[in-house]
């Protein structure tokens, strides 16, 4: 029976068929629905794995897959003081097509973890995290104890 799995967060795993790739995110596997999203987000195709039983994942919301700025991206507000360092990204709010959530990345380490790509982080000059219309989703965190 699937179940959440957060000691898996930012792991991508495909399956054994090798059609689908997921992104492991809140103890839950994420389908990416195309090349173009996931080259949006992550760094490459290196370091996906395969050998892992993903039906014993549950199941969340799919990546966003339309294009920028309507789909999922990273972005970061390097002129507003209080948050230049944070990077975050922008995700469909869960249950709904139309909504988005900013969700801060929480640290480098992380970042790194889900092998997200800083090459593609969007740059909004001249604007404040507090002045985006998103609400706050949940903090995209390193892996934790099952």
């Not at 967060?9 to 995110?25: C, E, F, P, W």
């Not at 999922?72 to 390097?78: H, I, N, R, V």
């Not at 003081?81 to 969700?103: A, E, F, G, M």
Request: net charge neutral; glycine share 6%.
């Amino acid at each position: 029976m699937p179940r959440k799995r957060t000691d898996l967060n930012g792991l991508r795993v495909k399956t054994a068929s090798g059609k689908y790739t997921y992104v492991v995110d809140q103890g839950q596997k994420r389908w990416i629905p195309n090349p173009i999203v996931y080259s949006k987000l992550f760094q490459d195709w290196e370091g996906i794995l395969t050998d892992i039983d993903i039906d014993e994942i549950e199941t969340g919301e799919p990546i966003s897959g339309e294009k920028s700025p309507l789909g999922a991206f990273l972005f970061q507000c390097p002129d507003d003081p209080s948050h230049r360092d944070k990077i975050y990204l922008k995700d469909k709010k869960k249950n709904t097509d139309t909504q988005w959530v900013k969700r801060h990345i929480v640290s480098l380490d992380v970042f790194a973890l889900y092998h997200f790509n800083a090459n593609n982080i969007e740059r909004f000059r001249s604007l404040r995290v507090a002045d985006l219309a998103w609400g706050d989703g949940a903090p995209i965190v390193k892996p934790t104890e099952p």
